[in-house]
Nanobody, 115 residues
């Protein structure tokens, strides 16, 4: 059974930091973080493929860093200089094929940034 389990969300003040983790039940070709704020559509935060090609959304460049531990099948998202607009539910997603359609999703973890 394919599982993606996120952890590490919480509440912080603006300027603070959080580190999200996503434990996967297997190796995936692509993995990534997406987020959804209330009343807004889900948006891509960062993605990485098995050879390490990483892409970040412009709104997190310089503030968020994604890393992948292949030995632990775990994906991380280090979030620094958080802003209130970063608040939302953060989802880990993955796919087994190079097309990276992200067919597998975790349950999400809440991130709340107060001003």
């Amino acid at each position: 059974q394919v599982q993606l389990v996120e952890s590490g969300g919480g509440s912080v003040q603006a300027g603070g930091s959080l580190r999200l983790s996503c434990a996967a039940s297997r190796v995936f070709y692509c993995m990534g973080w997406f987020r959804q704020a209330p009343g807004k559509e889900r948006e891509r935060v960062a993605t990485v493929n098995v050879i390490g090609n990483t892409n970040y959304a412009d709104f997190v460049k310089g503030r968020f860093t994604m890393s992948r531990d292949y030995a632990k099948n775990t994906l991380y998202l280090q979030m620094n200089s958080l802003k209130p607009e970063d608040s939302g539910i953060y989802y880990c997603a993955a796919d087994t094929v190079s097309r990276c359609s992200f067919n597998y999703w975790g349950q999400g973890t809440q991130v709340t940034v107060s001003s």
